[in-house]
């Protein structure tokens, strides 16, 4: 059973910088597409960063310049890198995952993903 464990969220101040971890079990990842998603209270959620199995990344326009995503394929893990938080990169973030094929013609569609992490808080302080 293919299982996403998001960790590394908590609170910094802003300008301050942290590092998300996403890893896959039950899988190998081979083909995979992979996103980090973020809803924060009353909004509806959203499309931080994507990464596929070839190594092409797609970012959002709000974090470009400041958010860096990875992938390990050995550890079977995708990182976000964020820095420069800002007060509305407070959010839950998710990671999502499309392990039988490439990502979606629109990767910002979450319904598209199959597989979903349980979230990991980030709160961003000013």
């Known amino acids: 059973q293919v299982k996403l464990v998001e960790s590394g969220g908590g609170s910094v101040q802003s300008g301050g910088s942290l590092r998300l971890s996403c890893t896959a079990s039950?899988?190998?990842?081979?083909?995979?597409?992979m996103g980090w998603f973020r809803q924060a209270p009353g909004k509806e959620r959203e499309g931080v960063a994507i990464?596929?199995?070839?190594?092409?990344?797609t970012y959002a326009d709000s974090v470009k310049g400041r958010f860096t995503v990875s992938s390990d394929n050995a550890k079977g893990t995708v990182y976000l890198q964020m820095d420069n938080l800002k007060a509305e990169d407070t959010a839950m973030y998710y990671c999502?995952?499309?392990?039988?094929?490439?990502?979606?013609?629109?990767?910002?569609?979450?319904?598209?993903?199959?597989?979903w992490g349980q979230g990991t808080q980030v709160t961003v302080s000013s």
């Open positions: 999502l995952a499309v392990i039988t094929g490439p990502c979606p013609s629109n990767k910002w569609r979450d319904y598209e993903y199959n597989y």
């Open positions: 990464i596929d199995n070839d190594g092409q990344t």
């Open positions: 039950g899988y190998t990842l081979s083909t995979y597409c």
